[in-house]
C-alpha cells in the first residue's frame, strides 16, 4: 500500500499550478497601468516540464478587471495567473503574431495574486515585457474576450447589467458579465437572472468541483429568466457568468443572490407585489364572527401613497374558509389580508354585490395570527366604515366554484376539505372555467399534504381530457415539476423529500384553458422501475482482505488488517452483510485464499445481489509492454502474503460475476491503474485511493490504513445517503466521498515510482452504472441509520 522508500526533497507548488523546481518568492510588485521589462534563462526557477519562470505579484479587489499582456521577440510566451479561492486562468497565445500572451480576467475576491511568466516550451529564453492594463482592452484571452461587467454579489441585494457588444465572450459568441460572491460549505444558494430583452442563461462555477448551468427557471412557467439553486460543496468563491442562450444577444438584465434560497409566489405566478402593509401598530383584535365599526381620517396612520389606514389582527386555523367584508360611508372601501403560509389578499369592489364595498373569501394556509387592513382606494379619502369577519360556509371565492374534489382511500370516499390529503390518498377531481388560473392561463387546483425529509413520494396525475402537469412546492418554496410520464400525457413527479414541513401540489394542465376530469395521487415510492427492482436485506456479498502483516513480503502497515474486519462489522450490523461473506487478513490473505474465496463468493451471488471486493494494503507496478490498458507500460498489484494479484487478473475474476451490481474497492498504492482493466463492462464501479502512478497515505488521525477505507465504512452505513430515503446511489456513494477528501485529504503528499511529488486524489469510475443505481438499501432506514 505504502512505497518503502520517500524522497526527501519536498517541491513548492502555485496554487493549482505546475510544481517549480526550486524556492518561489515573488520577483516584484506591479501595479495596473505598470509595465517592466525581464528576461528568462538559466538561474531562474524552473518548471518540472523544464519552462524557466519570474513571478510577479499584484494587489486586487473584488470585481476588478485585469488584463495582463506578455511580448518577446524571442520566445513563444506563456501566463498564468493564480489567486485567491482556487482561482486560475493560463494563456499562451493573445497577440497579432500568435506568441504573444494576454490574460482578461475579472478578479473574485481582494487579494494578492500571482503572475507567472514563462515559455511554451521547456529550455526557451530571452528578454520579454510584461504590461498590467485595466482590463478589456486587448483582443480574447482565454475563454473570454473583451471587455467585461459584473462585479461582488451579495445576498439579497439584486445587481443590474446590461450585455452589450464589446462584453467578454464566450467561445460560441454569447456576451457575458462575470459576478462573484463568497460561499461556505453546507450553506444552499439561489442566484436568479430576469432580463425581457434576450433569454437569460446562467453558468456558475466554484470551489469543490461545482458546476450547474441553466437556462429557464423552471419555477415560472411560461417565462425565459434562469434560476440556480445549489448547495456548496466547499468554502471559497463562486463565480457565475450571466450570458444568453443565443450567441450576440444584448439589453440590460437584473441578477440577484438568495442565501437559504426561498422561491417566490404560489405554483407558475409571481409574488403579489402590488400592496405592501406597513409595519406599525394594529389596531385591535377581532374574531371570526365579530362585526367592528370604525373610522378613516385625519390623525389615523398613511400609507406612503396617502390613504389612511386601520389595521386589525384576527386568529384563524390551516384550512379555515373565511368572508372578510368592508364597507364604506363617503369612501371607496380598500380591504386586505396578509399572514402565516404566504398569504397576501386584496380586493377593491365586491363582484357580487357590486357598488364599491370591498370582499374577500379566502382559505387560511396555516396556523397562526393573520392582519387585516382597511384603508381606502384613493389617498386622503375619509369616513366611517363597518368590518366583518365570519365564516365563509364552504363557499369558494367570489366569481368561482370551490375546488372539485374528493379523495378515495381504503376508508371509502370523503370530500376534500382545503385542499389538504395525505400520503396514500387518491384524489378525484375536475378542472373547470371558473378555477383559479396560473398567469400563463392554465386551470389549476391545489392540494397540500405533510412529509418528512427522507421520504420518497410519487406524485401521478392520470386524465384522459387534457394532457397533464404537476408543480410540487416545498416547505422552503423550492419549485419541482413534470409534465409527461412515461409514454403519455400523463404526469409522475417521483422525489425524495428534502425537509419537514408542509408540501403544495398544484394540478394543471399542459396547455391554457384545458379541462376535464382526472385522478391524483401523492403515494410512497421506491424510485424508478431500475430502484424499485432493487431488494434490500442482506443482498451485500463481500470479499474484504486486509494486511498488516507481511512477514517477509514487504514492510508492516498499521490498521490495514482492521480496514476489512471493521467494514465487515459496519455491514453485518446495517443488515445487508450475506453469510457468504469471507474476511481475509494477514496470513490468510495469500493469493490462493483470495482466489478461492472469490471462487466461492461469486457462485452464490446472483443477478438481484451487489457483489464487493474490498482490499486495504500494498499496492505495486512492474513494467510491462505498453497498450490501451497500459499507456504508461506498467502493470499495477495489489500485494498479498505471499504474492500479488495483477489488474489483469483481477479484471479475468470480475468477468465472472452475474451480479446486479459489483463494487471494487482498492485502498492502495497505484490502485487507479485498476479502473482501466476491470470497469470495462456495465454494472461495474471501481473506488481507488490514488491515481494509477501515485501513492497512497495511512489515514493515522482516523486510526485506518486508509482514508477511503474510513470513509467508505461511514458513506456504506448511511452517511452517503444524501436524501435520507434509506438507499445509498452510486451518485451520492461518489459525491460523499469527494466531498470527504476535498475536507480531510487535501494536501496529502503522494510520489511516483520515480520520486516526483504530487497530492493524493481519489479516484471513482462508474463505468456504465447510472447516477441513481441502487449500491444498498439501508435495513436500518427509519430506526438509526448513519452512525459508525
Known amino acids: 500500500m505504502r512505497k518503502l522508500l520517500f524522497s526527501t526533497v519536498l517541491s513548492v507548488t502555485l496554487a493549482g ?25 538559466r538561474g531562474d526557477d524552473q518548471l518540472d516540464s523544464g519552462e524557466y519562470v519570474d513571478i510577479y505579484e499584484v494587489q486586487g479587489r473584488a470585481g476588478q478587471p485585469l488584463s495582463v499582456t506578455m511580448r518577446s521577440d524571442d520566445f513563444d510566451t506563456y501566463l498564468m495567473v493564480r489567486g485567491p479561492g482556487d482561482f486560475e486562468q493560463d494563456n499562451d497565445d493573445g ?110 462555477r466554484g470551489p469543490g468541483g461545482l458546476s450547474e448551468d441553466n ?134 369592489d365586491d363582484s357580487e354585490g357590486g ?178 427492482a432493487v431488494p434490500g436485506g442482506p443482498r451485500v456479498f463481500a470479499i474484504m482482505v486486509g494486511i498488516s502483516d507481511y512477514g517477509d513480503e514487504a514492510n508492516n502497515l498499521p490498521y490495514t488488517d482492521e480496514d476489512a474486519e471493521k467494514l465487515a462489522e459496519t455491514l453485518d450490523r ?7 461473506s469471507v474476511v481475509l487478513t494477514n496470513a490468510e490473505a495469500t493469493v490462493a485464499g483470495v482466489r478461492r474465496a472469490f471462487t466461492a463468493v461469486a457462485r452464490e451471488a446472483g443477478p438481484d445481489d451487489m457483489f464487493l471486493f474490498f482490499f486495504s494494503g500494498h499496492g505495486s507496478q512492474e513494467d510491462s509492454v505498453t497498450s490501451a490498458q497500459e499507456p504508461d507500460g506498467r502493470t499495477e498489484t495489489i500485494v498479498l502474503r505471499d504474492g500479488e494479484i495483477t489488474d489483469q487478473e483481477m479484471a479475468r475474476l470480475f468477468n465472472s460475476l452475474d451480479t446486479r451490481l459489483s463494487l471494487l474497492v482498492l485502498d492502495s498504492c497505484f490502485s487507479g491503474g485498476f479502473a482501466r482493466n476491470v470497469v470495462d463492462r456495465p454494472g461495474v464501479m471501481g473506488l481507488f485511493s490514488s491515481e494509477e502512478d501515485l501513492t497512497s497515505a495511512v489515514a493515522d488521525k482516523f486510526e485506518a490504513g486508509g482514508y477511503l477505507s474510513h470513509f467508505l465504512r461511514a458513506g456504506l452505513a448511511g452517511d452517503g445517503d444524501g436524501d435520507g430515503d434509506g438507499a445509498v446511489t452510486a451518485g451520492e456513494l461518489a459525491t460523499y466521498l469527494r466531498a470527504q477528501f476535498v475536507a480531510e485529504v487535501r494536501g496529502v503528499e503522494s510520489e511516483t515510482m520515480e520520486g516526483q511529488r504530487n497530492y493524493q486524489n481519489l479516484v471513482i469510475d462508474r463505468g456504465g452504472v447510472q447516477i441513481d443505481d441502487i449500491v444498498l438499501r439501508l435495513a436500518s432506514y427509519g430506526s438509526s441509520a448513519g452512525g459508525l
Not at 514563462?118 to 484571452?141: H, I, K, Q, V
Not at 482565454?142 to 443590474?160: V, W
Not at 444584448?250 to 417566490?264: C, F, K, N, V, W
Not at 395570527?369 to 366583518?388: C, F, Q
Open 355 to 532: 357598488g364599491l364595498d370591498s370582499r374577500l373569501f379566502v382559505t387560511l394556509p396555516a396556523d397562526g395570527e393573520y392582519r387585516v387592513t382597511a384603508t381606502s382606494y384613493e389617498a386622503g379619502e375619509a369616513g366611517d366604515y363597518r368590518l366583518s369577519v365570519v365564516p365563509a360556509t364552504g363557499r369558494g371565492q367570489a366569481g368561482r366554484p370551490q375546488q372539485d374534489s374528493y379523495v378515495e382511500n381504503d376508508r371509502g370516499r370523503r370530500e376534500v376539505a382545503g385542499g389538504t390529503i395525505r400520503i396514500g390518498d387518491t384524489v378525484g377531481g375536475t378542472l373547470q372555467s371558473g378555477d383559479d388560473q396560473l398567469e400563463s392561463g392554465e386551470y389549476v387546483d391545489t392540494f397540500t399534504f405533510r412529509g418528512q425529509r427522507g421520504q420518497r413520494v410519487a406524485a401521478e396525475l392520470t386524465s384522459s381530457a387534457f394532457d397533464a402537469y404537476v408543480l410540487m412546492t416545498t416547505p422552503s418554496g423550492e419549485q419541482l415539476e413534470n409534465d409527461d410520464g412515461e409514454d403519455s400525457t400523463d404526469s409522475r413527479l417521483d422525489t425524495v423529500l428534502t425537509e419537514d414541513g408542509e408540501y403544495t401540489v398544484a394540478v394543471t394542465s399542459y396547455q391554457p384553458g384545458e379541462t376535464g376530469s382526472y385522478r391524483f395521487s401523492v403515494l410512497p415510492s421506491q424510485g424508478s422501475q431500475r430502484q424499485a
Open 17 to 41: 499550478g505546475s510544481l517549480l523546481t526550486g524556492p518561489v518568492w515573488a520577483q516584484t510588485q506591479l501595479r495596473p497601468g505598470g509595465q517592466t521589462q525581464g528576461e528568462l534563462g
Open 215 to 348: 437556462d429557464d427557471d423552471t419555477g415560472q412557467r411560461g417565462t425565459r429568466n434562469s434560476r440556480i439553486r445549489f448547495t456548496a460543496p466547499a468554502d471559497g468563491t463562486a463565480s457565475v457568468s450571466a450570458t444568453s442562450f443565443a450567441s450576440g444577444e444584448t439589453g440590460r438584465y437584473q441578477i440577484a443572490l438568495e442565501e437559504g434560497g426561498r422561491g417566490s409566489g404560489g405554483p407558475g405566478r409571481s409574488q403579489q407585489g402590488a400592496y405592501q402593509p406597513p409595519e406599525r401598530p394594529v389596531q385591535g383584535a377581532i374574531t371570526v364572527g365579530q362585526t367592528v365599526s370604525g373610522s378613516l381620517g385625519r390623525g389615523d396612520r398613511q400609507l406612503d401613497s396617502g390613504e389612511y389606514i386601520d389595521t386589525y389582527t384576527v386568529r384563524g386555523r390551516r384550512g379555515q374558509q373565511l368572508d372578510l367584508r368592508l364597507t364604506g360611508d363617503g369612501f371607496d372601501p380598500y380591504l386586505a389580508i396578509q399572514g402565516p403560509g404566504g398569504l397576501s389578499e386584496f380586493n377593491d
Open 95 to 204: 497577440g497579432d503574431d500568435g506568441t504573444n500572451s494576454m490574460l482578461d480576467v475579472r478578479l473574485p475576491v481582494d487579494g494578492t495574486y500571482r503572475i507567472t511568466a514563462t515559455s511554451f516550451e521547456p529550455g526557451e529564453s530571452g528578454r520579454y515585457s510584461l504590461s498590467l492594463g485595466a482590463g478589456g482592452n486587448g483582443p480574447r484571452g482565454g475563454n473570454m474576450g473583451g471587455d467585461a461587467g459584473g462585479g461582488g454579489l451579495s445576498p439579497d441585494r439584486p445587481a443590474s447589467g446590461v450585455l452589450a457588444s464589446g462584453d467578454r465572450t464566450l467561445s460560441t459568441g454569447e456576451f457575458a458579465d462575470i459576478w462573484s460572491f463568497p460561499v461556505r460549505r453546507g450553506q444552499t444558494y439561489s442566484v436568479s437572472l430576469n432580463a425581457s430583452d434576450f433569454d437569460p442563461y446562467l453558468i456558475l
Open 574 to 580: 446495517e443488515g445487508v452483510l450475506n453469510a457468504s
